[in-house]
């Protein structure tokens, strides 16, 4: 649904931490006016069983799931982070890759990271050359017709031995990315991170598209 040339998109995520960092990565204008105005998810919007096997799988349900709800489009994103020493683990279920400790109601992203270490640990990965991981991020939004958008972004990067740096979220504290200077995201700015990362990258790609929809709708 459009207001004038904006395009007004429903966030199905109702993770805060990720809202504000879409918001963010979804500013643009053509002609003065706004690309997309994000609206926030309803909040008797019930949250989504994300298990599908993959990550496209679960942005559709979630995308799906706010487009039915409301009648509006909608965008959502799923996020794996893939280590190369622990084939088979976290992926599609990196968000949830502790859920199994008692700690991870409380400190849910504490205690993934927490877990990650330990597994590299037990796995003997103690050099960076062992250490290496990917992030891949899939973003759809869903048109109230039922067409789909789909992007990608992928940052490649590496593991770090303990957590460093105070912001961000998720494993933000242990991934430095390749193409960095050697921090960790958790020690950028928001805009430094967002220029990188796997998610601020598929974004970019979506609101190239959406800008290029704008334009050919004049």
């Known amino acids: 649904m459009t207001t004038g040339s904006t395009l007004r998109i429903v966030c199905a995520s109702a ?3 990720k809202v504000a960092e879409i918001e963010q990565l979804l500013r643009g204008e053509v002609d003065g006016r706004r690309i997309v105005e994000l ?6 919007v019930p949250d989504v069983v994300e298990d599908a096997l993959t990550l ?5 349900l979630k995308a799906e799931a706010i487009r039915l709800a409301t009648g509006w489009a909608a965008v ?3 996020t794996g982070l893939f ?3 622990l084939p088979g683990e976290l992926g599609v279920r990196t968000a949830r890759y502790a859920s199994d400790r008692t700690e991870h109601a409380t400190d849910p992203y504490g205690a993934n990271r927490r877990k990650l270490l330990e597994a590299l640990r037990s796995v003997g990965a103690d050099e960076p050359r062992k250490r ?3 992030f891949v991020t899939v973003v759809m939004v869903k048109w109230p017709d039922g067409r789909e958008t789909i992007v990608e972004g992928t940052c490649e ?3 770090a031995p303990a957590e460093r740096g105070p912001r961000g979220f998720g494993f933000d504290p242990l991934f430095i990315p390749a193409d960095g200077d050697g921090r960790t995201f958790a020690e950028m700015s928001d805009d430094e991170k967002n220029h990188l990362s796997h998610r601020g990258r598929a974004f970019r790609n979506l609101l190239s598209v959406l800008r290029d929809d704008v334009v050919n709708r004049r």
């Open 15 to 17: 993770n805060p931490d």
């Open 39 to 44: 609206l926030p998810r309803p909040a008797d």
């Open 56 to 60: 496209e799988g679960n942005a559709r």
């Open 76 to 78: 959502a994103d799923d």
């Open 83 to 85: 280590v190369d020493a």
């Open 132 to 134: 290496g991981a990917r």
């Open 157 to 159: 990067g590496v593991i």
